[in-house]
């Protein structure tokens, strides 16, 4: 076990309500959530910034949400997929966007397949989330959310198709 050193701190009040209040999982004492604390820092400190490591470290972030939510859902008897797409999508899409486009010699082109990139996650996102308006109740926790949500969607939809057989575009 490391060797432990005594350390005193003055804090404001603010923050000894915030440390009060604070939860880690283990501690219970202002020192065992200070040094949690401190070991979230070090970890967040320590994790790469590339693709696979802020994905890592926003599911990280997400994990206590996630868990309370999952918590309630088991309480309640409910589940959402559309939230359950969320939390499983959404790590890798930030993750994406923190890492931002390649460093090569041909910036242009980075960029491209950067917006591609997270084109086609996002656009993946949209399809497992539409794909949740095909039945008639929705895995949601209100079972008309997604059937309500997309009305103003198929409205826009409508719209480009029009526009584009205005324009005489034939491939939609």
């Known amino acids: 076990m490391p060797r ?25 004492t202002p020192s065992e959530k200070l040094r949690a ?43 959402s997929d559309f939230i359950a797409r969320l939390y499983e999508r959404l790590p890798e899409l930030v993750a994406s966007l923190m890492t931002g486009p390649a460093a090569s010699e041909t910036p242009a082109n980075d ?9 086609r996650q996002t656009f993946a996102l949209i ?4 794909d949740l308006g095909l039945t008639k109740q929705s895995r949601t926790y209100d079972p008309a959310l997604i059937k309500t949500q997309l009305e103003p969607i198929l409205e826009i939809l409508d719209l480009i198709r029009l526009s584009k057989v205005k324009k005489g575009d034939k491939t939609s």
Do not use: H, W
């Not at 432990?4 to 209040?21: E, K, N």
């Not at 399809?127 to 539409?130: S, V």
């Open 37 to 79: 604390i401190l070991a979230s820092a070090r970890k967040l400190d320590a994790t790469p910034n590339d693709y696979a490591g802020c994905t890592e470290m926003v599911g990280l972030m997400l994990t206590p949400a996630q868990k309370m939510v999952r918590g309630q859902q088991k309480q309640e008897r409910l589940r």
């Open 127 to 130: 399809e497992e989330i539409l």
């Open 4 to 28: 432990r050193i005594p350390l005193s701190v003055r804090i404001t009040d603010d923050d000894a309500a915030f440390l009060a209040r604070y939860k880690a999982e283990g501690a219970t």
């Open 111 to 119: 960029l491209l397949d950067f917006e591609d990139d997270i084109a």
